[in-house]
């Protein structure tokens, strides 16, 4: 009597054929260009994302958390609540008279006033008709950075690696690492900067083997 049992020609083959066919399908999917076969990855550092995020962003005051007071109440979300004070009293605050005996706030860097994402807390006020700029989208501003600078490593890792395993590693890595969790979500002009470096470096590196608008483009992005 056989220590094994034998099992039928039939299934070991239907057995091969199902193990093939699932080795052609991850073939296709690693080896496949497009945006399709870049759905999983990404989906993924979106379940990371709102992983870390969620308890920040929920509706339910007993589960919400928030940021640490500082740079990033009295500071930046100032700046957000000074543009939005000024549109409406109807003009744009270039100059702001409450700083340093004047200050160009257009000019000033951590304003971010030419920054479109910087907006979203200024025109939910401006449609929700609110006396001041909400902090819940002021943390949405902030967090949604960690998953700009997650999906655009994913990109430049893929390109440079050829493996959207290890891309989609070094994305989680440098997206939800120590680095932009900590003090630069707090410091939200270190964290809106940060998210778009894999673009720059994305446009650079196309580049160096040849030019073209769309590396052009994507570093000028990246590095504005």
Do not use: N
């Not at 440079?160 to 590693?169: F, I």
């Not at 003090?183 to 470096?197: H, K, M, R, T």
Request: with cysteine.
């Amino acid at each position: 009597m056989p220590i094994f049992p034998r099992f039928p020609v039939r299934r070991l083959r239907g057995g091969t054929r199902t193990l093939r066919s699932l080795r052609g399908l991850r073939a296709r999917w690693v080896e496949r260009p497009g945006w399709g076969s870049d759905g999983p990855p990404l989906l993924a550092l979106t379940a990371l994302w709102w992983l870390f995020a969620w308890r920040y962003l929920t509706p339910t005051p007993a589960d919400r958390l928030m940021l640490a007071t500082g740079d990033f109440t009295y500071h930046y979300m100032t700046f957000r609540d000074l543009l939005y004070q000024g549109i409406r009293q109807g003009s744009l605050p270039l100059w702001i008279r409450c700083m340093f005996s004047g200050f160009p706030f257009q000019a000033y860097t951590q304003s971010a006033f030419f920054y479109p994402v910087s907006w979203i807390p200024v025109l939910q006020a401006l449609l929700t008709g609110s006396p001041h700029v909400s902090l819940d989208l002021f943390h949405l501003e902030s967090l949604l950075h960690l998953w700009i600078a997650a999906a655009l490593t994913y990109g430049f890792l893929k390109r440079e690696t050829g493996s959207r395993w290890g891309a989609l590693l070094g994305a989680a890595v440098f997206g939800f690492g120590g680095y932009l969790t900590g003090y630069p979500i707090l410091q939200v002009a270190i964290v809106e900067g940060s998210a778009w470096l894999p673009l720059l470096l994305l446009g650079l590196d196309q580049l160096t083997e040849r030019w073209s608008p769309q590396a052009v483009t994507l570093a000028a992005i990246g590095g504005i």
